[in-house]
């Protein structure tokens, strides 16, 4: 990658919690790449978690916030906006959680109370996010804001359960915030659709692990990680993605244009009709 793709400019990181965060990697990056950002997740999160190590590491201001609370999402502007004695450039969105899928509910089953939760947490708080930013003119002209979608928002992938309504909402708040502030300060609004991802919200995912594989298998380019995520994030912040907006953009090895890939077929082919075949990674294409 160029180098100080970000030099001079500023942002708020959502989401880290530990080294297995794509939010974590996100903001390393963006500090090799010549940013300054304040992070933040909730107190628990930052008890329960790494963040104050990454704000050593990063040498970044670490601002305490819930995203559902429209005071705390104020309060955090406000003090970003006077920590960098002016506005930013970038924020990211990574935040993502459902009570029903850790109380392992099945979307037939599901504690709507909890799945109003899920939507709070995972989809609107982005807007709420961005109607604090736009009212308290906090971000600069030609800024860029991401949030991390899945593909479970098009398609039903099992054990995502309300995740995925999650995300749809999400995506369509891009477009549509993505509008306004376009029109209006030329701010772009994007989602990145990644490969499912060990992180510590994926692993809470009934059969992380085969569908991690299944994707591997389906996948042209393979699974797309963590720090490559990172990597492409960062492009989205930099000015060489200055008229992308408003779009939900797969990066995730090229699963989501596949129907089935031969690797995968061999696999199923294994399984069905033989107990003693080789392994379809042994068997020539």
Request: hydrophobic share 40%; charged share 25%.
């Amino acid at each position: 990658m160029a180098s100080n793709l970000l030099e001079g400019k500023k942002g708020i990181i959502f989401g880290a919690l530990n080294d297995k965060s794509i939010a974590w990697k996100v903001a390393e990056k963006a500090k090799e790449q010549g940013a300054e950002f304040v992070l933040t997740n909730t107190p628990v999160s930052i008890r329960l978690g790494d963040l104050n190590k990454l704000a050593e590491q990063t040498d970044s201001l670490v601002v305490p916030a819930d995203a559902t609370n429209i005071e705390d999402l104020r309060d955090l502007f406000d003090k970003t906006m006077d920590h960098f004695d002016g506005k930013i450039d970038f924020i990211l969105h990574s935040i993502g959680m459902s009570p029903n899928v850790r109380k392992k509910k099945h979307y037939d089953d599901l504690n709507y109370e909890f799945m109003m939760k899920t939507l709070d947490i995972s989809a609107v708080s982005f807007h709420k996010m961005l109607q604090v930013a736009r009212k308290k003119d906090a971000i600069n002209e030609w800024g860029s804001v991401v949030a991390l979608s899945y593909i479970a928002a098009q398609r039903t992938l099992y054990g995502y359960n309300d995740m995925a309504d999650a995300k749809a909402m999400l995506e369509s708040i891009a477009r549509s915030f993505g509008y306004i502030y376009g029109r209006d300060r030329k701010i772009r609004v994007n989602t990145i659709s990644q490969s499912p991802t060990l992180t510590t919200a994926g692993s809470g995912v009934r059969g992380i692990e085969g569908l991690m594989d299944f994707t591997e298998r389906m996948s042209p380019l393979g699974n797309a990680d963590a720090n490559e995520c990172a990597d492409f994030t960062i492009t989205l912040f930099s000015d060489l993605t200055r008229k992308i907006t408003m779009q939900n953009i797969y990066h995730d090895g090229g699963f989501s244009s596949m129907g089935m890939s031969y690797r995968a077929m061999k696999m199923y082919n294994r399984s069905l009709y033989c107990d003693d075949c080789p392994d379809p990674e042994d068997i020539e294409d």
